[in-house]
């Protein structure tokens, strides 16, 4: 198969060899763990680089040949590209493999987002069930706001605990503005 | 401000409580129970979608007691102010006794902010037409 003479689809075909190496190296990350694990931790659980220096290189090894095995087809007489613009194979899957690991840095640093937003949801949540149990007011143990919050978008449970947190020590209490 | 009578007979079921919003949005609510003003012996339990029935209990036993309704009116995503309404209804034997809109924000406009509302009101139970009628001069019975 040779690459047409269209840049446009020489860019497409250059993103799909990142995606697909990409999703190449998580299917073997998940098959085999341990022998491409490039986060080695110590006992303190820090990130210890030279125990890890092996799971990395074996990595960015299998996503080099990934890219390779995945650019290949579309190459001819060993350059890749469009029209006159064409560049080695080599270097393409070099090029290649880094842009898979961009990527996938990317989608870990979105993971890591959406694990920080739930930590502090139930940060926030623990804090306001401490604060309810100081004034006396525990949730009631049937009720919503003892339940643990799922979601940090469970924005009614919040709020029923937050009505915990704030309880009123008059009958007659005025509304409170914020709480 | 002091909070609101409502009229209990003693014969005349559990009394239990209900809250209804007059817009688009949600209310969710806390009841608690005081046995004088400024002493809040606990909560009685909560008013939202998935409860929206709240039993307090028999007239013998909630008859002289304050509760206060603590809730927030919840805005819908994305959606234009609009004015809202809180309406709490207390119940007997399944029969309507009281309603009223809370003075405390109970009503007004809800923009993309929770609007907080409270409704204070004492259980009292109503005084027998009988020993009215005889003129009696003895204390009213109350709860």
Known sequence: ?179 | MSPADVWISRGGGPVSLRLHLRSPGAVVAVVWRFRRPAERDGGVGELHRDSPELLLGPPETVAGWGFLVDGYVVPPHAHPPVPYQVVVTVLQGGRVIHQAVPTDHGSGVLGAVEARFRYPFRLRVAPRAGARREGSRGPRREG
């Open chain 1, 1 to 179: 198969m040779s690459a047409a003479a269209d840049p446009g689809w020489a860019l497409a075909a250059f993103v799909a060899v990142v995606l697909g190496t990409e999703r190449l190296v998580a299917f073997a990350r998940a098959a085999v763990p341990a022998w491409l694990d490039d986060e080695r931790r110590n006992a303190a659980g820090e990130v210890d680089l030279s125990a890890g220096r092996g799971g990395r290189l074996r990595l960015q090894a299998l996503a080099y040949a990934a890219a390779l095995a995945l650019a290949g087809p579309a190459a001819e007489t060993g350059r890749w590209g469009a029209g006159e613009a064409r560049l080695p194979l080599p270097l393409v899957a070099l090029a290649a493999s880094g842009g898979a690991a961009f990527w996938s840095q990317c989608l870990r640093r979105v993971a890591a987002g959406r694990a920080l937003s739930v930590t502090r949801g139930a940060v926030e949540t623990l804090r306001l069930r401490r604060r309810a149990e100081a004034r006396g007011a525990t949730p009631l143990a049937s009720g919503r706001a003892a339940r643990p919050l799922a979601r940090t978008a469970d924005r009614r449970g919040r709020l029923l605990l937050q009505l915990y947190a704030h309880a009123p020590e008059h009958l007659l209490a005025p509304t409170e503005t914020a709480p």
